[in-house]
């Protein structure tokens, strides 16, 4: 299984990071390709990779603030265009709405996709052949975070949320956590997590590796600082992720 780090911002762009998307691949595996999140600019790093947008069939969304679902109306159309129009979109109460919603707003793009539409709650569920676990996590919308495995390789999102034991226990024992860690120390902030606040709570957890995501303009210059911060408190290896990064999960680190 790998991670391609899509968008690795937030709301406020800087220019160098696009808003939220992974990218979810089995090599070899029985699992399908998964697009996790669509913000403003994922599907420009979608299309970047050899999956492109064509590729994906299943869309995983953790939650509707428009840095997660900026771009689900041009993956729309792009995949028409390229001649593809099966997707299924799986996300949180309100997602069937959601899409709809944004349908409506384009007169001529009805009608034009088959479109399978899930709504799912915390607990446990299948997508795109992933066995998936979800826990809602604490942010000012309804969010879930996912624990994805496939292959005994064992990937967990955060999505948007403090530092929570929710998500530090769903995401015990994964070979790769990419969590949510938007401002640095100095920042008093709710809804998201500082490093200090996020590496004591995954302290006494079991991760491989930890990459740093959603990372809005003030932690331009902190992001060695933010490292230490949350590397100090727990046993794994501690990173900031980038755009276009690609992580094999199925391989610890020694």
Request: one cysteine or more.
């Amino acid at each position: 299984m790998q991670v391609t780090f899509l968008g690795t911002g937030a709301a406020m762009p800087t220019g160098e990071r696009n808003q939220t998307g992974l990218l979810l691949e089995d090599a070899g595996g029985d699992a399908d390709p998964l697009l996790i999140d669509c913000g403003s600019g994922a599907m420009h790093g979608l299309a970047a990779t050899d999956v492109g947008y064509e590729g994906i069939d299943t869309v995983l969304l953790t939650h509707h603030h428009l840095d997660h679902v900026s771009d689900l109306l041009p993956l729309l159309k792009a995949r028409w265009l390229a001649g593809e129009t099966d997707l299924e979109i799986v996300g949180p109460d309100g997602t069937e709405a959601l899409v709809e919603g944004l349908l409506s707003v384009h007169d001529y793009m009805a009608g034009r996709f088959d479109l399978s539409i899930r709504e799912v709650s915390p607990g446990s569920f299948s997508a795109a052949g992933y066995d998936v676990a979800a826990v809602e996590t604490v942010h000012s919308m309804h969010c879930l975070a996912y624990r994805l495995e496939a292959d005994d390789a064992t990937f967990t999102f955060s999505a948007d949320t403090e530092a929570t034991e929710a998500v530090a226990d769903l995401a015990d024992g994964s070979a790769l956590l990419a969590h949510d860690c938007s401002f640095p120390d100095d920042i008093d902030v709710d809804n998201h997590p500082t490093p200090t606040q996020l590496g004591e709570t995954l302290a006494g957890h079991d991760f491989g590796r930890v990459y740093l995501t959603h990372l809005y303009p003030h932690t331009d210059g902190e992001h060695k600082s933010m490292v230490e911060a949350v590397g100090g408190r727990i046993d794994a290896d501690v990173r900031v992720a980038r755009d276009g990064l690609t992580v094999d999960v199925s391989r610890r680190p020694s």
